[in-house]
């Protein structure tokens, strides 16, 4: 029995030691393990440190450059300035001439001779062109001749009436045929004389439309003859601008054609009946035209001049940005824009009056306006003059290469 129990105590001292040894080579690698991990720590805060510095740079680097400030836009000026604008109705129509003529001739025949040509000036009753007139000549020989038998055969019968040896019948008879014959030798001349075309007013040729050996008839059209001296434009105006209009009105007449030139014009009449159709009523200019440089024909704009304002301050339309049907332009105040809401008043296809209450000589900006926002900063580069601040029509602007960039 006692050794029973101590070969029981043996085992279970065994079993101890067994667990007593495996406990301590746990906590071993439990011990190496932390090392391990430890010297991974330092690592990950060694690359963790090295990334916050390159961080640290980029922000100083960055923090350095928003020192600066953003780079200023280039931009170009004008300055405010005073000037005439006007408040007008603006039309299109064709230009015309107050006298233009299609020429025709009066007789048949075939033309032989042609006197004129295209652009050329004429004058009244000079000559255009020569029908044959062999057969006119003819016509009006054998008239005269007839008219001159009817004479002598009357002169017989007044003779005879007076000896009341012819009835009154027989002599009213007599007188008639003799009446007839003058008539008939009177045409026969005037044919004679019709063989040559003359030109019915003074003006230029606009068109020639006959050849040499044509065969006309009096249905055929020769010529176009047109005055230019005296050109018009017709508007059609709508009933509610009546009361704005009356007899030498200022207009002025432009044209595409020749762009920047405007022509001086006056209403010379204005029709008193206002179509039920369309609601308008006609008013027709006189272009004065010196020099000649607008044919009939083309196509111009009308603008009757209804009021206008002197020493205005003016900017150029070029200046202004649209946002929501409100127009806007921008200032230059110490190289820093301000944006300024348009107050207007008269405008026209050049230029525009402000009611802002701005200073003369304010510097307008009036190219890179579309880059810049309120506060932005500037860099004048250039200043543009315009004609119309002189007084002129056109524009004058030194050449200046512009690049423009945005904050």
């Given at each position: 029995?006692?050794?029973?129990?101590?070969?029981?105590?043996?085992i279970?001292?065994?079993?101890?030691?067994v667990?007593?040894s495996?406990?301590?080579?746990?906590?071993?690698?439990?011990?190496?393990?932390?090392?391990?991990?430890?010297?991974?720590?330092?690592s990950?805060?060694?690359?963790d440190s090295?990334t916050?510095?390159?961080s640290?740079?980029?922000r100083?680097?960055?923090?350095?450059s928003?020192?600066?400030?953003?780079?200023?836009?280039p931009?170009?000026?004008?300055?405010?300035t005073?000037?005439?604008?006007?408040?007008?109705?603006?039309?299109?129509s064709t230009?015309?001439?107050?006298?233009?003529?299609?020429?025709?001739?009066?007789?048949?025949?075939?033309?032989?001779a042609?006197?004129v040509e295209?652009?050329q000036?004429?004058?009244?009753?000079?000559?255009?062109?020569?029908i044959?007139?062999d057969?006119?000549d003819?016509a009006?020989?054998?008239?005269?001749?007839?008219?001159?038998?009817?004479?002598?055969?009357?002169a017989?019968?007044?003779?005879?009436?007076?000896?009341?040896?012819?009835?009154?019948?027989?002599?009213d008879?007599?007188?008639?045929t003799?009446?007839?014959?003058e008539?008939?030798?009177?045409?026969?001349a005037?044919?004679?004389?019709y063989?040559?075309?003359?030109?019915?007013?003074s003006?230029?040729?606009?068109?020639r439309l006959?050849?040499?050996?044509?065969?006309?008839?009096?249905?055929?059209?020769?010529?176009?003859?047109?005055?230019?001296?005296e050109?018009?434009?017709?508007?059609?105006?709508?009933?509610?601008?009546?009361?704005k209009?009356?007899?030498?009105?200022p207009?002025?007449v432009?044209?595409?054609?020749l762009?920047?030139?405007?022509?001086?014009?006056?209403?010379?009449?204005?029709?008193?009946i206002?179509?039920?159709?369309?609601?308008?009523?006609?008013?027709?200019?006189?272009?004065?035209?010196?020099?000649?440089?607008?044919?009939?024909?083309?196509?111009?704009?009308a603008?009757?001049?209804?009021?206008?304002?002197?020493?205005a301050?003016?900017?150029?339309k070029?200046?202004?940005?649209?946002?929501?049907?409100?127009s806007?332009?921008?200032?230059?105040e110490?190289?820093t824009?301000?944006?300024?809401?348009l107050?207007?008043?008269?405008?026209?296809?050049?230029?525009?009056?402000?009611?802002?209450?701005?200073k003369?000589g304010?510097?307008v900006?009036?190219?890179?306006?579309?880059?810049?926002k309120?506060?932005?900063r500037?860099?004048?580069?250039?200043?543009?003059?315009?004609?119309?601040?002189?007084?002129?029509s056109?524009?004058?602007?030194s050449?200046?290469?512009?690049?423009?960039?945005?904050?």
């Amino acid at each position: 029995m006692k050794s029973f129990f101590a070969l029981f105590f043996v085992i279970l001292l065994s079993i101890a030691l067994v667990f007593s040894s495996c406990s301590t080579s746990d906590a071993n690698a439990s011990g190496g393990d932390e090392s391990t991990t430890e010297v991974s720590s330092d690592s990950s805060d060694e690359e963790d440190s090295g990334t916050s510095s390159k961080s640290k740079k980029k922000r100083g680097s960055k923090d350095e450059s928003e020192e600066d400030g953003p780079k200023a836009v280039p931009v170009e000026i004008t300055t405010l300035t005073e000037g005439t604008i006007s408040s007008f109705l603006l039309y299109s129509s064709t230009l015309e001439t107050e006298q233009t003529v299609d020429v025709f001739s009066r007789i048949g025949g075939l033309v032989e001779a042609i006197y004129v040509e295209e652009s050329q000036k004429v004058r009244k009753g000079q000559r255009l062109v020569q029908i044959e007139k062999d057969e006119y000549d003819l016509a009006e020989q054998r008239a005269r001749v007839e008219y001159e038998q009817q004479k002598q055969d009357f002169a017989r019968f007044q003779k005879l009436q007076e000896q009341d040896l012819l009835s009154q019948k027989e002599f009213d008879a007599a007188e008639l045929t003799l009446k007839q014959a003058e008539i008939a030798w009177k045409q026969a001349a005037l044919n004679l004389e019709y063989t040559t075309v003359t030109a019915p007013i003074s003006g230029v040729i606009g068109d020639r439309l006959v050849r040499l050996g044509d065969r006309i008839q009096p249905t055929t059209q020769l010529f176009t003859i047109a005055n230019l001296d005296e050109k018009i434009v017709k508007v059609f105006v709508p009933q509610n601008e009546f009361p704005k209009c009356y007899n030498d009105q200022p207009a002025v007449v432009t044209t595409d054609v020749l762009p920047g030139k405007k022509f001086k014009a006056h209403v010379k009449r204005i029709s008193p009946i206002i179509d039920p159709q369309s609601g308008t009523f006609k008013v027709t200019l006189a272009v004065k035209d010196v020099e000649n440089r607008i044919r009939p024909g083309m196509f111009v704009n009308a603008q009757l001049i209804v009021d206008t304002h002197d020493d205005a301050p003016l900017i150029p339309k070029a200046a202004l940005l649209y946002e929501n049907e409100r127009s806007y332009f921008f200032i230059a105040e110490n190289d820093t824009a301000r944006k300024v809401e348009l107050k207007k008043g008269f405008e026209d296809a050049e230029k525009v009056e402000i009611l802002n209450e701005l200073k003369l000589g304010t510097q307008v900006i009036v190219l890179g306006q579309n880059a810049l926002k309120d506060g932005s900063r500037v860099k004048i580069i250039n200043e543009k003059k315009y004609a119309w601040q002189n007084g002129a029509s056109e524009e004058i602007s030194s050449v200046t290469t512009v690049a423009v960039s945005r904050n």
